[in-house]
């Protein structure tokens, strides 16, 4: 027989094991929920300590003024919103030059078109305070020459317009033909030069010429530097346009007799609305080596003014890179 006091131990035993167990999750329980809202609290606090410079940013922007161009300060120089802040102010950098670059060339191209606006107001006013038809006929001739350099000024203000605004931003450009370019532009230039009884003529590659490059403002470039070589060549001189490959770049050359520029002046030639003092009575505006070095950095070039060792005049050389063989689309980083 089993005494009354030992059937009881097992009893306590599974009371004490079962209240232990109670105890253990209770305090597990507990020290869950304890661990659990103290990472809500670190990460709280983590998040506000991190979006804090997103916000001070945030109000910055909402404060600046429309049209205010200067760089951002460095909110904290340990804070994830400082590559933020570098990558934009870069680009604020660049906007801005953009923008001074075209103040400039629009305060360059309202005072180049005032004086030929002033011209013809004078012209008019001549012609009306004379009673003389003949002072008439000659104001109006006058006047048509006046008109003629406008429009031609228009149009190069315009052709530079566009291609400036091209500057910004990727550019794909598919593969074109130089050769035809080339060849083509010395045919329209024909009845211009024989004029002026201009011997214009083409030397080099006879067969295709593929390069990068955007059709339209190759042929612009290429006509811009046949117009001015013509333009500024006396008559009975000569011309030379030439296209050669060169390893994997292409050079082509624009050469005359004319009077060539100065070394301390080249600079100045490739500068928008700049006329220099050897060009006499030619008309211009100055805008065509400005022109032609605008598109040509679109290519990824850069026109380079020396003199001609054949013809003593100018020479102005541009070099291309090729078109890599078997792609049709190639862009640029502008």
Not at 259 to 273: R, S
């Amino acid at each position: 027989m089993i005494c009354p006091p030992c059937r009881r131990q097992p009893r306590a035993r599974r009371s004490i094991r079962r209240w232990l167990a109670g105890q253990l999750l209770f305090s597990s329980w507990v020290s869950q929920g304890l661990l659990v809202l103290l990472t809500l609290v670190l990460t709280g606090w983590l998040l506000r300590r991190v979006l804090r410079p997103m916000r001070q940013l945030s109000a910055l922007m909402v404060r600046r003024e429309p049209g205010l161009l200067t760089p951002l300060p460095e909110l904290l120089p340990w804070s994830e919103t400082r590559l933020l802040i570098v990558a934009f102010n870069r680009y604020i950098d660049r906007l801005r030059v953009m923008i001074s670059r075209q103040e400039r060339f629009s305060a360059d191209a309202s005072h180049q078109l005032k004086t030929p606006l002033a011209v013809l107001k004078t012209q008019a006013s001549v012609a009306l305070a004379s009673d003389d038809p003949q002072l008439w006929r000659e104001s109006l001739q006058a006047m048509r020459t006046t008109l003629d350099g406008t429009i031609m000024l228009t149009e190069r203000l315009l052709q530079l317009a566009s291609v400036k605004g091209k500057e910004q931003g990727d550019r794909a450009f598919l593969a074109v033909d130089l050769q035809d370019i080339v060849q083509n532009s010395c045919f329209s230039r024909i009845t211009q030069a024989r004029s002026k009884n201009i011997d214009l003529g083409y030397e080099g590659e006879r067969s295709a010429v593929m390069i990068a490059g955007d059709g339209v403002l190759l042929a612009e470039l290429c006509a811009n530097l046949l117009d001015n070589a013509i333009r500024y060549t006396p008559a009975n001189g000569t011309v030379t346009l030439s296209l050669r490959r060169d390893g994997e770049g292409v050079v082509m050359e624009v050469e005359d007799s004319g009077p060539g520029i100065e070394d301390d002046q080249i600079q100045q030639a490739l500068l928008p609305f700049q006329r220099l003092e050897n060009v006499g009575d030619n008309p211009g505006a100055g805008l065509g080596l400005a022109l032609v070095t605008d598109i040509a950095r679109l290519h990824r070039s850069h026109p380079q003014l020396l003199r001609s060792e054949t013809l003593g005049g100018l020479k102005v050389r541009l070099r291309f890179l090729a078109a890599a063989p078997g792609r049709s689309e190639q862009a640029f980083q502008g």
